[in-house]
């Protein structure tokens, strides 16, 4: 009978997998599924939000290419997007984009992935269109020639990039045999030479079903979403991937330094050591010890080199880690006539790990830092998509549930004994890449190690031990209730509450017991708008001053216990209001809201502390001028908004931080910070009306009062606008123009958030004349942004030098064409589906929807507004886009922003 039994079970076994296709298992909410064909498919059902990742993940990358074919992963992934048989040039993201959602594409070392985010009700067209594009692409020939060229401007907009520059030659000098030594994209010259046989061979051999993992999270049911995999997947049929040897690196034996020059601002700072790779149980210890050393405002490196000698004004540590070796990481900008001390410094904190055991508070802050991150990286579809396959990549998409317990189960003393086998002088790389105005100093590497070592021996007050801070306890109190933490929970609320507090000020929640995860945040009317040349940056400046210390806490200790409790504070200066988000873990809500409240009661502004904060801001308002896109638009603000605050630097004036005082800090303060002022909005696992019992008592005594009104200029839109420019010695030029347009609170936005949604995207107009048709360049887009008072549709794109004039007449005809003729009926659906669906993607995060309720709510619209967005576009007519196109797009009124590449 047994037997009988059993064979009727195997039998049954055997007809379920004739009929699927396929061997399938489902454990932790995720069912894994190997077709017939090898390929590997995961598909985790998650409907806390109404959208879909699909992402395929292909297990080849930059280390499976010959020194001779360095890059052609990465053009290979840009030749996905270019056709198939049934779609021609363009289609496949049009197509994507007339869903709701995005197709786009990336390539590391090892692997290449293509992924589309969209609604999740079209899903089975998601599957259609990516499968599509990974079976039927067509290399074509006069394609592959324009795309070779807008591959060679990513490679020039990566050399105008001193961090990512600096990486590159950071891997080229810790590396001598292993593929991560080589400059990963190729060069113009290696791509200028392949030809479509060598794409198709490239593709032949590493893009089969065996080496493919599709993995498909978010709002769907996965019965059917399997089906349609099959329907689109399982009909390939291809050999087996041939698995290429690739060379190992040998074991470093002395430390190697390389200094390097260019058109830069400040100094970046990159230290690399090798390490071990993410399937090593040695990984796990040196990621905490990474958090110890340079994570956040209370790590040591921080500490140290910010807070005490100040000689950097960032740094941070970090692992990078791959399968089968990694880097751990040392960065920091600062002057270049610092740096030998700050290098000294670094071995030093360093040393000290070495010498001493991390107390507890330190490994338990590590740890909680290491879960929140975690937690924040699978927020969204699209990030648990990645998650699950890389890990199965690696083997087993489950390791991503067991690195939370391998990082739990790190003791102090596996930290005290990975320092000191991984960080040594002698397996370290350095690199120096310095402003080109400063004056030579050729050291080697050999001065070098003799100058760190010099410095090590010299005994310091810190070298005699080390005591922990004490932090906020974790329980929490009054305020959290998280329910689930469950991500295939549909505990969602569908609209936010509004509140009033017994202070006055107003609460907006909505509760997402998705994740154990809220976004809190606290704002205040007014801020920069209400700046002017003289005091440009105080509002920031006060922000950050307020973190560094309260009549209750020191700074130290609130990054401490902040990051001891899992959680993110960030400050937000916006153009017409400012405040603070904090991210947390949701049984930590209680004492993370202790904190804040005492930082935005109670802050002392101390003169001293003021003064780091300063130094500080002004090396970001410098460092940004290193930045090609964020600068230009800068400039284009500056034309466009002249004598506005609109105009005026986001981050501020550096004459006029270095000339803020410690009373003008406290007076600005005062002026906004009051309970008829103050907008609390919160979104996750929490209760609400605990919540506001907890808010109530903690702002009981804020101070009552409103802000006054304050007498600002009004943006003229018809005045004849100017050029900034500026010369660099740069690859490329990079430039944004554009027009004023209107304020957040009037019709037009909507109209305008239309007219961007055909101009810009990757199916969108200018993307499919300037990049797909001219080739010009890698990056271009264009954008509506709308303020208190006035807005700005700009359009920004980086070209070489030489196309300067010639992309910016294309882009201005572009404009042109929205006033002369009339969009299609086609492209309004699409530009509204796409504005329906990306606005789905957007709010799938916590904090997002805390910045979408304060704005609504802050500029005056009401929080319905972010449920009737969507609504208030599908209404828009191509008669209204003709008409805002016309009424803003004057050519009299244009302002143009640019940084002029020389190089």
């Known amino acids: 009978m047994r037997d009988r039994l059993v064979k009727s079970l195997l039998l049954l076994l055997w007809i379920c997998l004739i009929f699927t296709g396929c061997e399938k298992m489902k454990t932790d909410g995720v069912t894994r599924t190997v077709l017939d064909n090898g390929l590997t498919v995961l598909i985790e059902e998650r409907h806390s939000a109404p959208v879909v990742a699909i992402n395929t993940w292909v297990r080849t990358g930059y280390f499976n290419e010959p020194d001779s074919l360095t890059g052609i992963s990465h053009l290979l992934e840009h030749m996905f997007f270019k056709g198939t048989e049934k779609r021609k040039v363009g289609e496949l993201r049009e197509d994507t984009k007339r869903l709701g959602g995005y197709l786009n594409g990336g390539t590391i070392y090892e692997y290449t992935n293509y992924y589309t985010i969209?609604?999740?009700?079209?899903?089975?067209?998601?599957?259609?269109?990516?499968?599509?594009?990974?079976?039927?692409?067509?290399?074509?020939?006069?394609?592959?020639?324009?795309?070779?060229?807008?591959?060679?401007?990513?490679?020039?907009r990566k050399l105008d990039n001193p961090n990512a520059l600096a990486w590159e030659k950071l891997m080229e000098l810790a590396f001598d045999h292993h593929?991560?030594?080589?400059?990963?994209?190729?060069?113009?010259?290696?791509?200028?030479?392949?030809?479509?046989?060598?794409?198709?061979?490239?593709?032949?051999k590493f893009y089969r079903p065996d080496n493919i993992v599709l993995a498909i999270v978010g709002d769907v049911r996965t019965s059917e979403v399997l089906e349609g995999v099959?329907?689109?997947?399982?009909?390939?049929?291809?050999?087996?991937?041939?698995?290429?040897?690739?060379?190992?690196?040998?074991?470093q034996s002395q430390l190697r330094y390389l200094q390097m020059k260019g058109d830069i601002t400040q100094t970046y700072l990159k230290i690399g050591f090798h390490m071990p790779g993410e399937l090593d149980s040695d990984f796990f210890a040196l990621d905490v010890l990474a958090h110890i050393l340079g994570h956040g405002r209370s790590s040591r490196l921080?500490?140290?080199?910010?807070?005490?000698?100040?000689?950097?004004?960032?740094?941070?540590?970090?692992?990078?880690?791959?399968?089968?070796?990694?880097?751990?990481?040392?960065?920091?900008?600062?002057?270049?006539?610092?740096?030998?001390?700050?290098?000294?410094?670094i071995f030093r904190q360093i040393e000290r790990l070495k010498k001493q055991q991390v107390p507890y508070d330190e490994l338990f802050k590590a740890k909680n830092a290491i879960k929140f991150s975690h937690l924040s990286s699978v927020e969204t579809v699209r990030g648990q998509s990645f998650s699950l396959a890389a890990y199965e990549a690696y083997g087993d998409y489950r390791l991503a549930q067991r690195y939370l317990e391998n990082v739990d189960r790190v003791t102090a003393e596996d930290v005290h004994r990975v320092a000191s086998k991984y960080l040594v002088l002698e397996n370290a790389s350095i690199i120096e890449n310095r402003p080109e105005s400063e004056s030579d100093d050729d050291m080697s590497a050999g001065q070098i190690e003799e100058t760190i070592r010099e410095g090590l021996a010299e005994r310091t007050t810190e070298d005699e031990g080390s005591e922990g801070i004490d932090l906020e306890s974790p329980r929490t109190e009054g305020a959290s209730g998280g329910q689930?933490?469950?991500?295939?929970?549909?505990?969602?609320?569908?609209?936010?509450?509004s509140h009033v507090l017994s202070c006055g000020a107003t609460l907006i929640t909505r509760e997402n017991h998705s994740l154990?995860?809220?976004?809190?945040?606290?704002?205040?009317?007014?801020?920069?708008?209400?700046?002017?040349?003289?005091?440009?940056?105080?509002?920031?400046?006060?922000?950050?001053?307020?973190?560094?210390?309260?009549?209750?806490?020191t700074g130290q200790e609130i990054f401490n216990s902040l990051e001891a409790l899992g959680a993110s504070i960030n400050t937000e200066a916006e153009p017409d209001y400012f405040g603070y988000l904090i991210k947390i873990l949701s049984t930590n809500l209680g004492p993370g809201l202790d904190i804040i409240a005492d930082v935005i009661k109670n802050p002392l502004f101390d003169p001293e502390e003021l003064e780091k904060e300063k130094e500080i801001l002004v090396a970001r308002i410098e460092r940004n001028k290193d930045n090609m896109r964020d600068y230009s638009i800068r400039l284009f603000h500056k034309a466009l908004f002249e004598d506005h605050p609109y105009g005026l630097n986001s981050l501020g004036e550096e004459e006029a931080v270095r000339g803020l005082g410690e009373s003008q800090v406290?007076?600005?303060?005062?002026?906004?910070?009051?309970?008829?002022?103050?907008?609390?909005?919160?979104?996750?696992?929490?209760?609400?009306?605990?919540?506001?019992?907890?808010?109530?008592?903690?702002?009981?005594?804020?101070?009552?009062?409103?802000?006054?009104?304050?007498e600002i200029e009004q943006v003229d839109s018809d005045v004849e606008k100017d050029s900034v420019t500026e010369t660099r010695r740069k690859a490329q030029t990079a430039q944004a123009l554009g027009f004023a347009t209107c304020s957040y609170k009037e019709e037009d936005f909507y109209a305008l958030k239309v007219l961007q949604g055909i101009a810009s995207g990757t199916g969108g107009r200018f993307f499919h004349q300037l990049r797909e048709k001219e080739a010009l360049a890698y990056t271009v887009y264009g954008v509506n942004r709308s303020w208190g008072q006035a807005g700005a549709f700009y359009a920004y794109i980086a070209t070489s030098p030489e196309n300067e004039e010639l992309a910016r007449e294309k882009l201005l005809d572009e404009f042109d064409k929205f006033k002369i003729d009339p969009v299609t009926d086609e492209e309004l659906?699409?530009?509204?589906?796409?504005?329906?669906?990306?606005?789905?993607?957007?709010?799938?995060?916590?904090?997002?929807?805390?910045?979408?309720?304060?704005?609504?709510?802050?500029?005056?619209?009401?929080?319905?507004?972010?449920?009737?967005?969507?609504?208030?576009?599908?209404?828009?007519?191509?008669?209204?886009?003709?008409?805002?196109?016309?009424?803003?797009?004057?050519?009299?009124?244009?302002a143009v922003g640019a940084i002029r590449g020389t190089r």
Not at 484 to 497: I, K
């Open 484 to 497: 689930s933490g469950d991500p295939t929970s549909g505990s969602v609320d569908v609209s936010a509450s």
């Open 302 to 345: 921080s500490q140290s080199l910010i807070e005490q000698k100040r000689l950097v004004n960032s740094v941070s540590s970090s692992v990078f880690g791959l399968k089968d070796f990694g880097v751990f990481l040392v960065e920091a900008g600062l002057d270049t006539e610092d740096l030998q001390e700050a290098e000294v410094e």
């Open 179 to 204: 593929p991560l030594r080589r400059w990963r994209m190729g060069t113009p010259d290696q791509i200028s030479g392949w030809s479509r046989d060598d794409l198709e061979s490239y593709f032949k």
């Open 666 to 710: 406290k007076r600005w303060r005062e002026q906004h910070v009051s309970s008829g002022n103050m907008t609390v909005v919160a979104v996750g696992d929490f209760d609400s009306s605990r919540l506001k019992e907890k808010l109530d008592e903690l702002f009981e005594d804020l101070r009552a009062g409103e802000i006054g009104a304050a």
């Open 829 to 894: 659906e699409v530009a509204k589906n796409y504005i329906a669906g990306m606005y789905k993607i957007y709010l799938e995060t916590n904090s997002a929807m805390v910045r979408q309720y304060a704005k609504a709510h802050l500029l005056g619209k009401g929080i319905e507004e972010v449920e009737r967005y969507p609504e208030k576009v599908a209404r828009v007519t191509k008669e209204e886009i003709n008409e805002v196109a016309a009424r803003y797009f004057d050519p009299k009124s244009l």
């Open 230 to 251: 099959k329907r689109h997947y399982a009909r390939v049929e291809m050999p087996e991937t041939e698995r290429l040897a690739i060379p190992q690196e040998p074991e």
């Open 118 to 156: 969209l609604p999740s009700t079209f899903v089975q067209e998601g599957l259609e269109i990516q499968s599509d594009a990974l079976w039927n692409s067509v290399i074509d020939s006069a394609e592959l020639a324009k795309e070779k060229d807008v591959v060679i401007q990513e490679v020039k």
């Open 516 to 553: 154990p995860l809220v976004s809190l945040g606290v704002y205040f009317k007014g801020g920069r708008v209400r700046e002017s040349e003289k005091n440009c940056g105080i509002t920031r400046l006060m922000l950050r001053g307020s973190l560094k210390g309260t009549a209750n806490r």
